[in-house]
T-cell receptor, first 112, second 110 residues
C-alpha cells in the first residue's frame, strides 16, 4: 500500500468553525490531491499540488484552502465549515501528472 | 468538459457468474483511463491504466479493455471477495485532472 496517512479519520464539528485535515505521504511523490466523495456525485477534485508551495484549484474549491510547506504534507482547511461540506475527504498522491493516483483511507467529516 | 458514465449503477451476481461493467467516456485527447476498486470505508485502490484503443490488461479474474468511446471491466467467475464499488476515471488533453464516474456497486453472492 502507498504510504498515505490521513488525519483525523473521523471528525464532527459545528457550523462556522475552522477545520484542518492533514495528509502525510512517505513516497516522496510530487503531486498531491484532495477529493471529496458524496453519494450521487462520485469523487470530485477540491485542490491539488504539483510541488512545495505550488497549488491549484479543482472543480469544487469554494470554501476550501490548501497549503503544502513540505513535500510530504498537504493540508486542507475549511475556514468556516458549513453543513454542505459534510462528506468523506480523500487525499491522493501520484508521481507524475498522468500517473495513477493512490489514495488514503479518507476522513469522514460531519458538520452539524 | 470530460465526462464519464458508468453502467450499471449496481450489479448483483452469483458466484461464478461472469459479467462486464461499462465505462463510457467523452474526453478531448485521452491520456489515460483508470480503473479502481473501492471497499466500504476505504480509499479507492488502483487496478489498471489503459492508454489507447485496443489495449487490454488483466489481473486475476479481472480484465479491462478499451475502445475509443468506452472501457469494459470483465469479471470472470467472480467470488464474493470481488464485491466492491468499481470506479472508472479518465484524464485527457492538457488538463491533467482525473474525471471520475460514479461507480458500479458489484455484489457477488456465494
Amino acid at each position: 500500500d502507498a504510504g498515505i496517512t490521513q488525519s483525523p479519520r473521523h471528525k464532527v464539528t459545528e457550523t462556522g468553525t475552522p477545520v484542518t485535515l492533514r495528509c502525510h505521504q512517505t513516497e516522496n511523490h510530487r503531486y498531491m490531491y484532495w477529493y471529496r466523495q458524496d453519494p450521487g456525485h462520485g469523487l470530485r477534485l477540491i485542490h491539488y499540488s504539483y510541488g512545495v508551495k505550488d497549488t491549484d484549484k479543482g472543480e469544487v474549491s469554494d470554501g476550501y484552502s490548501v497549503s503544502r510547506s513540505k513535500t510530504e504534507d498537504f493540508l486542507l482547511t475549511l475556514e468556516s465549515a458549513t453543513s454542505s461540506q459534510t462528506s468523506v475527504y480523500f487525499c491522493a498522491i501520484s508521481a507524475e501528472n498522468s500517473s495513477p493516483l493512490h489514495f488514503g483511507n479518507g476522513t469522514r467529516l460531519t458538520v452539524t | 468538459e470530460d465526462q464519464v458514465t458508468q453502467s450499471p449503477e449496481a450489479l448483483r451476481l452469483q458466484e461464478g457468474e461472469s459479467s462486464s461493467l461499462n465505462c463510457s467516456y467523452t474526453v478531448s485527447g485521452l491520456r489515460g483511463l483508470f480503473w479502481y476498486r473501492q471497499d466500504p470505508g476505504k480509499g479507492p485502490e488502483f487496478l489498471f491504466t489503459l492508454y489507447s484503443a485496443g489495449e487490454e490488461k488483466e489481473k486475476e479474474r479481472l480484465k479491462a479493455t478499451l475502445t475509443k468511446k468506452e472501457s469494459f471491466l470483465h469479471i470472470t467467475a467472480p467470488k464474493p471477495e470481488d464485491s466492491a464499488t468499481y470506479l472508472c476515471a479518465v484524464v485527457g488533453g492538457s488538463n491533467y485532472k482525473l474525471t471520475f464516474g460514479k461507480g458500479t456497486l458489484l455484489t457477488v453472492n456465494p
